[in-house]
C-alpha cells in the first residue's frame, strides 16, 4: 500500500508564500491537487518519477513550482504570489505509468493523501 504524508498548509495573507511536501514510500508519478467549497477537485502540478518532467496548470503557471527529492521520495510544491482563490483544500497523490511519464488526469492517480488546508486571506 502507498502511503503519502502531506505537510505545511496552513494560513497565509494574499501575496504571501507557501511550501507543501509530501513524503511517498516509494518513486512515483506525483501530482498536486486542490478542492475548494463547492468545486470539483482540479490539478495543479505534477511531476515524473525521475522528475525530468512536469505539467502545470495555466492558472499557477510563474507562481507555483513542483519539484522532487528523489533520495528522500519527497515531492514538493512551492507556491508563491497567493490569491484567495487559492485557498482550497491541497492533496498530493500518487500513480505511475513510466519514469519520464507526466500524469495530468485524477483517474491517473490511485494513491491519495489526507490533505491539507491552505486558506489565503485578502
Known amino acids: 500500500q502507498v502511503q503519502l504524508v502531506e505537510s505545511g498548509g496552513g494560513l497565509v495573507q494574499a501575496g504571501g508564500s507557501l511550501r507543501l511536501s509530501c513524503a511517498a514510500s516509494?518513486?512515483?508519478?506525483m501530482g498536486w491537487f486542490r478542492q475548494a467549497p463547492g468545486k470539483d477537485r482540479e490539478v495543479i502540478a505534477t511531476?515524473?518519477?525521475?522528475?525530468?518532467?512536469?505539467y502545470y496548470a495555466d492558472f499557477v503557471k510563474g507562481r507555483f513550482t513542483i519539484s522532487r527529492d528523489n533520495a528522500k521520495n519527497t515531492v514538493v510544491l512551492q507556491m508563491n504570489s497567493l490569491k484567495s482563490e487559492d485557498t482550497a483544500v491541497y492533496y498530493c497523490?500518487?500513480?505511475?505509468?513510466?519514469?519520464?511519464?507526466?500524469?495530468?488526469?485524477?483517474?491517473?492517480?490511485?494513491?491519495w493523501g489526507q490533505g491539507t488546508q491552505v486558506t489565503v486571506s485578502s
Open positions: 516509494g518513486r512515483y508519478a
Open positions: 497523490a500518487a500513480g505511475f505509468r513510466g519514469f519520464q511519464t507526466v500524469l495530468t488526469g485524477r483517474d491517473d492517480y490511485p494513491y
Open positions: 511531476i515524473s518519477p525521475s522528475g525530468g518532467n512536469t
